[in-house]
């Protein structure tokens, strides 16, 4: 699995970021999230992250142009050479175009584009179950983890927990038919370059990891 390079692509609440972990974890690769690298460089005042905050600052959204920078910036360290995983980036076919021309500059070959697919109404059900301990923010839910003791945190034992304000169906449901709006032209475009691989989300959280290692290999 060294030197294995990889995108990663999934809706809000289907398992993306736990998926990402579990991989570099297991294959000790990089897990390369946008807007981490985004805080990163800002934190470090590098020439990139000088010109996102004054974007930022301004109230605007950061272009793709400097988010490339960052991506630029950030493969060439040492640890991301060694193989990634790309999360959250691209999310339309012009980024994927910008990133195409950047890592072919590298001289880096993608590995695999992989799709974690679930359903819109299972979505809505991870989300909006959500809360957490105020006091560690330790994560629970509803439905699929709820403290072992009622009202009482696992980790530190706290008695006050909190949702997200945007935790709602409304709002859950109007993020993904804007996902699905940006990223479906993702998948006919990385499936016409033979790197789409396409995961049943849906399923136990150790059944996707176990796929994706099968597909991935040793």
Do not use: W
């Amino acid at each position: 699995m060294a030197g294995k390079r990889l995108i990663l692509m999934g809706p809000p609440g289907g398992g993306k970021g736990t998926q990402a972990q579990r991989l570099r974890e297991r294959y000790g690769i990089v897990q390369l999230s946008t807007g981490e690298m985004l805080r990163a460089a800002v934190a470090a005042k590098s020439a990139t992250g000088l010109k996102a905050k004054a974007v930022m600052d301004s109230g605007h959204l950061v272009s793709d142009e400097i988010v490339i920078n960052l991506i630029d910036d950030r493969l060439d360290c040492d640890d991301a050479r060694q193989g990634f995983i790309l999360d959250g980036f691209p999310r339309n076919v012009a980024q994927a175009e910008a990133l195409d021309i950047l890592i072919a500059k590298k001289g880096v070959v993608l590995d695999a584009a992989i799709e974690l697919q679930v359903p819109d109404d299972l979505l809505v059900e991870r989300i909006i179950g959500r809360f957490t301990c105020d006091a560690c923010g330790a994560g629970y839910h509803d439905t699929f983890k709820n403290p072992k003791a009622t009202g009482v945190c696992d980790s530190c034992g706290g008695t006050k927990f909190s949702r997200r304000a945007d935790d709602n169906e409304d709002t859950v449901r109007k993020r993904l038919v804007a996902y699905h709006a940006q990223t479906a032209p993702l998948i006919p475009y990385y499936r016409a370059r033979n790197l789409l691989y396409v995961v049943d989300g849906a399923r136990d959280i150790g059944v996707v990891t176990s796929e994706l290692e099968a597909l991935l290999g040793s």
